[in-house]
């Protein structure tokens, strides 16, 4: 049998990469992060989900059966750190898209978003939609570490947009061809003005794949990766999405309350198959395609991680403490929603921040490896590969 063309396609990519270092090992000049992936590797042709679970100090994740763990960031405090509280959408649809089934989500949420006094967020209400990657109600097979993803996923947006409403796609597999189809029927769903990926590939051309990330007037982010700066990877490498980074944030004695630095595990890069954003060309980025990320979120497991109510079976759910550039990314599809601006076919949601950047909290410390130039992985004003051109501080850079 002949292969597909994306097949053939993601083969190359897959053997251009293979003197890289592992999926999930950390890359040049980072140390071993106190975190894990939930996610197996994934083979030559998929992408790997980019969640990462907070290990304690013996090398055992953080889980709690009756509580949140208590250093587990919280809707309050994730609210207060991007100066989002008390705002709201109006009932706003965010669409969330991952790989696999995850049977019990529906009643996962209700747990987290109970523990924290959001609203009910169910199907019976209409706030809740679980849907296939075409779209129907026969779910994929249940997978672990995907679901963890997802549960990352739907807790992170609650934390973020407790008014948003969720509507969830799983795909059938994790390749980027089913992936970007249930990216594209999300983006067909009436009400969704911001769709969320957690996952990544290597960096790939839009020739390619970009027909399944190009929707105008929805804010499509992707998350950046968890293996520090290895150059680009896509979808957050694509031209069409807002590339997401990430940070370590912890309380602070200063006017903010909190302070942030680039997470030594996000990644970052220069993609020679994609081309420059426009707004960006005015920004010092050292490179000639498209760079990545445009901004950032927390996402640092240990130092911001999020405390989330997750599945360890197909029956049997707990607490833990999650992270990784999965939490980043639907935060800041949260924040495009509450921000009323998710783009349009002149000025792409990606455009949005380069034209804003002075309302954005710069973060200016922290790297995620070498590199030359220095920017693609060290943080410093204005932009950086780490953590783009910053973080939220309110809505006003979107």
Same mark, same amino acid.
């Given at each position: 049998?002949?292969?597909t063309?994306?097949a053939?396609?993601a083969?190359?990519?897959?053997?251009?990469f293979?003197?890289?270092p592992?999926?999930g090992a950390?890359? #040049?000049?980072?140390?071993?992060?106190? =975190?894990?992936?939930?996610?197996p590797?994934?083979? $030559?042709?998929e !992408? %790997? &989900?980019t969640a990462?679970?907070?290990?304690?100090?013996a090398g055992?994740?953080?889980?709690?059966?009756?509580a949140p763990?208590?250093s587990?960031?919280?809707p309050?405090q994730?609210q207060d750190?991007?100066?989002?509280?008390?705002?709201?959408t109006g009932?706003?649809?965010?669409?969330?898209?991952?790989?696999?089934?995850?049977?019990?989500l529906e009643?996962?949420?209700?747990?987290?978003?109970?523990?924290?006094?959001?609203?009910?967020?169910?199907t019976?209400?209409?706030?809740?939609?679980?849907?296939?990657?075409s779209?129907?109600?026969?779910? #994929?097979?249940f997978?672990?570490?995907? =679901?963890q993803?997802?549960?990352?996923?739907v807790? $992170?947006?609650? !934390? %973020? &947009?407790?008014?948003?409403?969720?509507?969830?796609?799983?795909?059938?597999s994790q390749?980027?061809?089913?992936?970007g189809?249930?990216?594209?029927?999300?983006?067909r769903m009436p009400?969704?003005v911001?769709?969320?990926?957690?996952y990544?590939?290597?960096?790939?051309?839009?020739?390619?794949?970009g027909?399944?990330?190009?929707?105008?007037?929805i804010?499509v982010?992707?998350?950046?990766?968890d293996?520090g700066?290895?150059?680009?990877?896509?979808?957050?490498?694509?031209?069409?999405?807002?590339?997401?980074?990430g940070?370590?944030?912890?309380?602070?004695?200063?006017?903010?309350g909190?302070?942030?630095t680039?997470w030594?595990?996000?990644?970052?890069?220069?993609s020679?198959?994609?081309a420059?954003?426009?707004p960006?060309t005015?920004f010092n980025t050292?490179?000639?395609?498209?760079?990545?990320?445009?901004?950032?979120?927390v996402s640092?497991?240990?130092?911001g991680?999020?405390?989330?109510?997750y599945?360890?079976?197909?029956?049997?759910?707990t607490?833990s403490?999650?992270?990784?550039t999965?939490?980043a990314?639907?935060?800041?599809?949260?924040?495009?929603?509450?921000?009323?601006?998710?783009?349009?076919?002149?000025?792409?949601?990606?455009w949005?921040?380069?034209t804003h950047?002075?309302?954005?909290?710069?973060?200016?410390?922290?790297?995620?490896?070498?590199?030359?130039p220095?920017?693609?992985?060290?943080?410093?004003?204005?932009?950086?590969g780490p953590?783009?051109?910053g973080t939220?501080?309110?809505v006003?850079?979107?």
């Amino acid at each position: 049998m002949r292969k597909t063309v994306s097949a053939v396609v993601a083969t190359l990519l897959f053997a251009a990469f293979t003197t890289s270092p592992a999926w999930g090992a950390p890359g #040049p000049g980072l140390q071993p992060e106190h =975190s894990r992936p939930v996610c197996p590797a994934p083979r $030559a042709s998929e !992408a %790997a &989900c980019t969640a990462r679970q907070a290990l304690d100090p013996a090398g055992n994740p953080i889980t709690n059966a009756s509580a949140p763990p208590s250093s587990g960031l919280t809707p309050a405090q994730l609210q207060d750190a991007y100066r989002l509280s008390g705002l709201t959408t109006g009932g706003k649809t965010i669409a969330i898209v991952a790989a696999y089934g995850y049977p019990n989500l529906e009643r996962d949420l209700a747990v987290y978003r109970k523990q924290f006094g959001l609203p009910e967020c169910t199907t019976v209400n209409g706030c809740l939609t679980i849907r296939n990657q075409s779209g129907g109600t026969r779910l #994929p097979r249940f997978d672990l570490g995907w =679901s963890q993803e997802q549960a990352l996923d739907v807790d $992170a947006l609650s !934390a %973020a &947009c407790p008014d948003c409403k969720i509507a969830v796609f799983e795909a059938s597999s994790q390749n980027l061809t089913n992936l970007g189809t249930a990216v594209q029927t999300a983006a067909r769903m009436p009400g969704v003005v911001a769709i969320s990926n957690s996952y990544a590939f290597y960096d790939a051309p839009d020739s390619t794949y970009g027909s399944y990330y190009n929707h105008p007037g929805i804010a499509v982010t992707a998350a950046a990766g968890d293996w520090g700066y290895r150059g680009a990877y896509y979808p957050a490498s694509s031209s069409y999405v807002v590339g997401v980074g990430g940070t370590s944030l912890n309380s602070g004695a200063n006017a903010r309350g909190w302070n942030e630095t680039a997470w030594s595990g996000t990644g970052s890069g220069c993609s020679s198959l994609n081309a420059a954003l426009p707004p960006a060309t005015a920004f010092n980025t050292g490179c000639a395609g498209r760079a990545m990320n445009d901004v950032s979120a927390v996402s640092d497991p240990s130092n911001g991680g999020l405390a989330v109510y997750y599945p360890t079976s197909n029956a049997k759910s707990t607490w833990s403490q999650l992270g990784g550039t999965s939490e980043a990314s639907p935060i800041i599809a949260s924040v495009f929603a509450l921000s009323g601006n998710t783009g349009s076919s002149s000025a792409p949601a990606n455009w949005i921040p380069y034209t804003h950047a002075s309302s954005l909290f710069d973060v200016t410390t922290g790297a995620n490896g070498t590199c030359s130039p220095a920017e693609w992985c060290t943080s410093g004003a204005l932009w950086d590969g780490p953590t783009g051109l910053g973080t939220p501080n309110g809505v006003g850079g979107f």
